[in-house]
């Protein structure tokens, strides 16, 4: 059986060889000593449920669509911070800003880093964008 490789180790041990945490491997734990091996690999798990869900994403989309200057952003791009911000405000839930690029892609967007030059762009134009509308929040 594949448990016997962990059979005498100590928890840190077990922990590091699985590379989950303690929690995990006291439920497992309980889980393998009340109904065996089979309950183990019982059922979907689905993990915490989403605390955006298909209405808030909906609304969310929605926002996006409009433009970050709809919105009162006075950049034109939308960034996985200020995306963080338009949620925490309009639904008062707060994610990670990496966490954020996941709902875009969810959503279908896909996250694009700002290129700093363009081949054929005026270079004096480029450098007033950058230095003037690009860092704004």
Same mark, same amino acid.
């Not at 996006?64 to 839930?93: K, M, R």
């Given at each position: 059986m594949a448990f016997s490789i962990l059979k005498g180790l100590q928890l840190p041990e077990i922990v590091k060889i699985l590379n989950v945490g303690q929690m995990s491997v006291y439920r497992w734990i309980s889980c393998?000593?009340?109904?065996?091996?089979? /309950? $183990?690999? +019982?059922?979907?798990?689905? =993990?915490?449920?989403?605390?955006?869900?298909?209405?808030?994403?909906? /609304? $969310?989309? +929605?926002?996006?669509?409009? =433009?970050?200057?709809?919105?009162?952003?006075?950049?034109?791009?939308?960034?996985?911070?200020?995306?963080?911000?338009?949620?925490?405000?309009?639904?008062?839930?707060?994610?990670?800003?990496?966490?954020?690029?996941?709902i875009l892609h969810k959503l279908g967007f896909s996250v694009q880093d700002p290129r700093k030059k363009?081949?054929?762009?005026d270079e004096n134009l480029q450098q007033k964008w950058i230095r003037e509308t690009y860092p704004v929040f």
């Open positions: 393998y000593n009340e109904s065996g091996v089979e /309950r $183990l690999f +019982e059922g979907k798990h689905t =993990g915490r449920p989403p605390l955006l869900d298909k209405d808030r994403l909906s /609304r $969310l989309e +929605e926002i996006l669509d409009s =433009g970050p200057v709809a919105y009162g952003f006075q950049q034109g791009i939308w960034t996985c911070p200020t995306v963080q911000h338009v949620i925490e405000a309009e639904f008062n839930i707060i994610y990670h800003h990496d966490h954020v690029r996941k363009l081949a054929l762009a």
